[in-house]
């Protein structure tokens, strides 16, 4: 064999070779260990958000402190996910995943070990920098060692443990935090990271491209970074210190002038980050779409209906946990069946338009819930609507990515990736906002309407007002108190309010999402 021909010969350790190692069954060991990495990512995701309140408590941290735990895990998340296409590119499949691993594994170590708030934020930068590398690389593995009529399938099996850790995270940290400490939450997915490096060195290939690696484009990276950030910041900020308060506006402008230059700049250099040509085809621009939509609602229900029947219902951490448990475990059921529908028929037609349908649908119901709403009533709704985010899941990534050309396949799992969790991001901040501006609308009407020819207030005020004076306290002060209560309860009734309102946006935008995903009726052809 020549030089040259030795230099363009596959490594020993590329997807041929291993097929031929381990035969049919490789395909799923493939699945299994890129299926491990996600777990541990995705518990991190997690199960670190019941430990607020014990590290806000051991640091003495403010709430704009502890949110920085939140925004920048999603923000490094968000920005790394197009980073992960060129490191598979330039490094190969096995070096990539290891070595983010191991990354992920020290941000673990440093946040359970950390001494002070700054190394706490610091550490999830890193593990959700890391984090945002690996889940694109997952759908690589799938979509390069399956066929096209098996890829549903297989990322029906998936997403089994990528749904289970999110179901069980809240649960298992919130018994860990009460039983041990907070600093034990960060120790949780070591196993499975030790685990995935132990499989992926030895069933992921190197890297197969011969030649040169191909440039980097940090500049698209920064500019998507300081876009993310300044986004999130005006997001986070802007209730609480006004929409027109120097500096929400500030990032604001930041953000969209950081936004526009990095569209621009991905237009003109020879190496994008993102190929933005990916969106004149009408299938995967659709798709994008519906990621998007897909975020906002997965992360905006997980962020929404724990605070409810914590907050409106009085339940515990523990039990708020327990409710999200039902419809996790049903996910992983149909996420395979779902996948193997995939297969079959139109992805639009019977899973992603369905799914969207019937989150919806759980959407509503949840917007009539109240305080009389039994624990197993809301868990019902829950598990509806997990059904119809399994359906979806599947179906978009087979959809969307199957009708790219090969080259584009990295570029676009990582940029539907991406989708997904700016989704996320930007969902949970802007439900945050309209929760408690609604909220804040419907205290304003109650108020309104509490006066003297208001005869439920009086008679209310009297009840209570007597009450108290039988128990021996002075009449004004007697008065008083009844007034006290009687905000009290205004606000608890105009809190309920704002969650039903909140939880009715939530399946309006996926009824809306109905008309991105009738662009993937028919595949569309690569540009």
């Not at 949780?188 to 980097?216: D, H, K, S, Y």
């Not at 109905?514 to 540009?527: E, T, V």
Request: charged residues 10%; hydrophobic residues 55%.
């Amino acid at each position: 064999m020549t030089s040259e021909a030795a230099r363009n010969a596959p490594p020993a350790a590329s997807t041929e070779h291993l097929v031929a190692r381990y035969g049919a069954s490789y395909r799923w060991l493939a699945t299994l260990t890129v299926m491990v990495g996600t777990i541990a990512t995705v518990l991190s995701s997690t199960i670190v958000n019941v430990a607020l309140p014990d590290m806000m408590g051991a640091f003495g941290m403010g709430q704009d402190k502890a949110q920085l735990l939140s925004t920048g895990f999603l923000a490094a998340m968000t920005a790394t996910m197009l980073l992960s296409a060129w490191m598979v590119d330039a490094l190969g499949q096995r070096f990539t995943y290891v070595a983010t691993l191991l990354a992920f594994l020290g941000g673990s170590v440093i946040g359970g070990l950390a001494p002070s708030e700054g190394v706490l934020v610091l550490a999830r930068i890193l593990q959700g920098a890391t984090a945002g590398l690996l889940q694109p690389l997952a759908m690589q593995v799938i979509f390069r060692v399956f066929p096209s009529d098996k890829r549903g399938a297989a990322m029906g099996v998936y997403g089994i443990g990528v749904v289970l850790a999110p179901a069980l995270g809240p649960v298992l940290g919130g018994l860990f935090v009460d039983t041990f400490s907070w600093r034990y939450v960060f120790f949780m997915p070591l196993p499975f990271c030790v685990l995935g490096i132990l499989l992926g060195t030895v069933f992921l290939p190197e890297r197969e491209q011969a030649g040169p690696m191909r440039p980097f484009d940090w500049i698209g990276l920064g500019l998507l970074a300081f876009f993310l950030l300044t986004l999130l910041d005006g997001l986070t900020h802007g209730q609480r210190d006004g929409w027109g308060s120097d500096r929400v506006v500030i990032a604001f402008a930041a953000a969209l002038a950081s936004g526009a230059a990095f569209l621009a700049w991905e237009l003109r250099t020879p190496a994008p980050m993102l190929n933005l040509a990916m969106f004149a085809n009408r299938s995967f621009a659709g798709a994008a779409i519906v990621s998007f939509i897909f975020g906002a609602g997965i992360f905006g229900t997980t962020y929404l209906i724990p605070l409810f029947v914590q907050i409106v219902q009085g339940y515990t951490a523990t039990r708020s946990g327990l409710l999200l448990m039902p419809g996790g475990l049903v996910m992983g059921i149909m996420f395979p069946l779902a996948g193997r529908l995939t297969d079959r028929v139109p992805a639009y037609a019977t899973t992603i338009m369905a799914g969207l349908g019937i989150f919806a649908v759980s959407s509503f119901l949840m917007a009539a819930a109240d305080t009389q709403t039994s624990f197993w009533q809301f868990a019902w709704w829950v598990v509806l609507g997990r059904i119809g985010l399994s359906f979806i899941m599947p179906g978009l990534s087979a959809g969307a990515l199957t009708a790219l050309p090969p080259h584009l396949i990295g570029q676009g799992s990582g940029a539907l990736n991406f989708a997904r969790q700016l989704g996320g991001a930007i969902g949970v901040n802007l439900l945050s906002v309209h929760l408690e501006r609604r909220t804040q609308l419907h205290v304003s009407g109650f108020t309104a309407a509490q006066d003297a020819a208001n005869g439920t207030t009086t008679e209310l005020l009297g009840g209570v007002g007597g009450l108290l004076a039988q128990a021996g306290l002075p009449e004004a002060q007697a008065a008083a108190n009844a007034t006290s209560y009687l905000g009290q309860v205004i606000h608890a009734q105009a809190n309920m309010l704002g969650y039903r309102d909140s939880f009715f946006i939530v399946g309006i935008i996926f009824v809306v999402g109905l008309l991105p995903a009738l662009l993937m009726a028919r595949p569309g052809r690569g540009r």
